[in-house]
Protein backbone atom coordinates (compact mmCIF):
# COMPACT_ATOMS: atom_id res chain seq x y z
CA UNK A 1 0.00 0.00 0.00
CA UNK A 2 1.28 3.12 -0.87
CA UNK A 3 1.66 6.29 1.66
CA UNK A 4 1.73 9.57 0.66
CA UNK A 5 3.19 12.75 1.84
CA UNK A 6 2.94 16.44 0.20
CA UNK A 7 5.42 19.17 1.04
CA UNK A 8 6.53 22.17 -0.44
CA UNK A 9 3.57 24.90 0.15
CA UNK A 10 3.31 27.71 1.72
CA UNK A 11 2.55 31.40 1.10
CA UNK A 12 4.00 33.21 -2.17
CA UNK A 13 2.79 36.91 -3.28
CA UNK A 14 1.19 37.03 -7.46
CA UNK A 15 3.82 35.96 -9.91
CA UNK A 16 5.85 33.65 -7.60
CA UNK A 17 6.51 30.03 -7.68
CA UNK A 18 6.34 27.26 -5.86
CA UNK A 19 7.65 23.36 -6.23
CA UNK A 20 5.45 20.77 -4.36
CA UNK A 21 6.76 17.69 -3.71
CA UNK A 22 4.72 13.89 -3.07
CA UNK A 23 6.72 11.32 -1.70
CA UNK A 24 6.25 7.83 -1.11
CA UNK A 25 6.60 7.13 2.74
CA UNK A 26 5.23 3.78 2.16
CA UNK A 27 5.48 2.03 -0.50
CA UNK A 28 6.91 3.51 -4.04
CA UNK A 29 5.84 4.46 -7.35
CA UNK A 30 6.69 2.16 -9.72
CA UNK A 31 3.65 1.01 -12.14
CA UNK A 32 1.17 4.15 -10.17
CA UNK A 33 -0.28 7.12 -11.97
CA UNK A 34 0.53 10.64 -9.93
CA UNK A 35 -1.28 13.01 -10.21
CA UNK A 36 -2.11 16.67 -8.27
CA UNK A 37 -5.38 18.27 -7.36
CA UNK A 38 -6.36 21.41 -5.01
CA UNK A 39 -9.48 22.23 -3.17
CA UNK A 40 -9.99 25.42 -2.42
CA UNK A 41 -12.15 26.74 0.53
CA UNK A 42 -15.90 26.39 0.47
CA UNK A 43 -15.35 24.60 -2.97
CA UNK A 44 -15.22 21.02 -4.59
CA UNK A 45 -11.50 19.43 -4.75
CA UNK A 46 -9.85 20.30 -8.39
CA UNK A 47 -8.05 17.67 -11.20
CA UNK A 48 -4.48 19.64 -11.97
CA UNK A 49 -2.21 17.14 -13.44
CA UNK A 50 -1.04 13.21 -14.09
CA UNK A 51 1.58 11.81 -14.88
CA UNK A 52 1.76 8.63 -15.87
CA UNK A 53 4.23 5.31 -14.90
CA UNK A 54 5.18 4.33 -18.35
CA UNK A 55 6.27 6.94 -20.84
CA UNK A 56 5.62 9.14 -18.67
CA UNK A 57 2.73 10.81 -20.57
CA UNK A 58 1.65 13.91 -18.78
CA UNK A 59 -2.09 15.59 -18.81
CA UNK A 60 -3.01 18.68 -17.46
CA UNK A 61 -6.13 20.70 -16.50
CA UNK A 62 -7.00 23.67 -18.61
CA UNK A 63 -6.84 26.33 -15.82
CA UNK A 64 -3.35 25.39 -14.81
CA UNK A 65 -1.56 24.21 -18.71
CA UNK A 66 1.31 26.50 -19.27
CA UNK A 67 1.32 27.42 -15.57
CA UNK A 68 2.15 24.14 -14.19
CA UNK A 69 4.01 21.03 -14.71
CA UNK A 70 4.12 17.83 -13.37
CA UNK A 71 7.49 15.69 -13.76
CA UNK A 72 9.34 12.63 -11.94
CA UNK A 73 13.02 11.29 -12.24
CA UNK A 74 12.28 7.85 -11.46
CA UNK A 75 9.78 5.69 -9.96
CA UNK A 76 11.91 5.83 -6.77
CA UNK A 77 11.85 9.95 -6.73
CA UNK A 78 9.36 12.22 -5.63
CA UNK A 79 6.49 13.39 -7.78
CA UNK A 80 6.48 17.01 -8.64
CA UNK A 81 4.21 19.85 -9.36
CA UNK A 82 6.07 23.39 -10.43
CA UNK A 83 3.79 25.97 -10.15
CA UNK A 84 4.87 29.26 -11.90
CA UNK A 85 2.78 32.57 -12.59
CA UNK A 86 1.01 31.84 -9.36
CA UNK A 87 -2.76 33.56 -8.89
CA UNK A 88 -4.43 34.28 -5.86
CA UNK A 89 -6.90 31.85 -6.77
CA UNK A 90 -4.71 29.21 -7.05
CA UNK A 91 -5.01 29.31 -3.11
CA UNK A 92 -6.05 25.98 -1.99
CA UNK A 93 -5.05 22.93 -0.34
CA UNK A 94 -3.14 20.87 -2.36
CA UNK A 95 -3.23 17.03 -2.98
CA UNK A 96 -1.30 14.18 -4.43
CA UNK A 97 -2.89 10.81 -5.17
CA UNK A 98 -1.80 7.45 -6.91
CA UNK A 99 -3.40 4.86 -8.59
CA UNK A 100 -3.43 1.42 -8.38
CA UNK A 101 -0.77 -0.75 -9.79
CA UNK A 102 -0.79 -0.98 -13.66
CA UNK A 103 -4.19 0.84 -13.31
CA UNK A 104 -5.01 1.79 -17.42
CA UNK A 105 -6.80 4.84 -16.25
CA UNK A 106 -3.77 7.16 -15.66
CA UNK A 107 -5.20 10.69 -16.25
CA UNK A 108 -8.86 10.49 -15.06
CA UNK A 109 -9.97 13.56 -13.45
CA UNK A 110 -12.45 11.98 -11.36
CA UNK A 111 -10.43 11.80 -7.32
CA UNK A 112 -12.60 8.37 -7.06
CA UNK A 113 -9.91 6.67 -9.71
CA UNK A 114 -7.30 7.22 -7.28
CA UNK A 115 -6.69 4.68 -4.43
CA UNK A 116 -3.81 6.82 -2.48
CA UNK A 117 -4.18 10.38 -1.00
CA UNK A 118 -1.57 12.17 0.73
CA UNK A 119 -2.26 14.91 3.44
CA UNK A 120 -2.30 17.59 1.94
CA UNK A 121 -0.15 20.69 1.44
CA UNK A 122 -1.56 24.61 1.57
CA UNK A 123 -0.92 27.28 -1.04
CA UNK A 124 -1.66 30.72 0.17
CA UNK A 125 -1.43 33.49 -3.31
CA UNK A 126 -1.39 36.92 -1.88
CA UNK A 127 -2.58 39.88 -4.23
Known amino acids: QVQLVESGGGLVQAGGSLRLSCAASRGTFSNVAVAWFRQPPGKEREFLAA????????AYADAVKGRFTISRDNSKNPVYLQMNSLRPEDTAAYYCAATRPYQSTWSSALASDYAYWGQGTQVTVSS
Open 51 to 58: ISWIGPNT
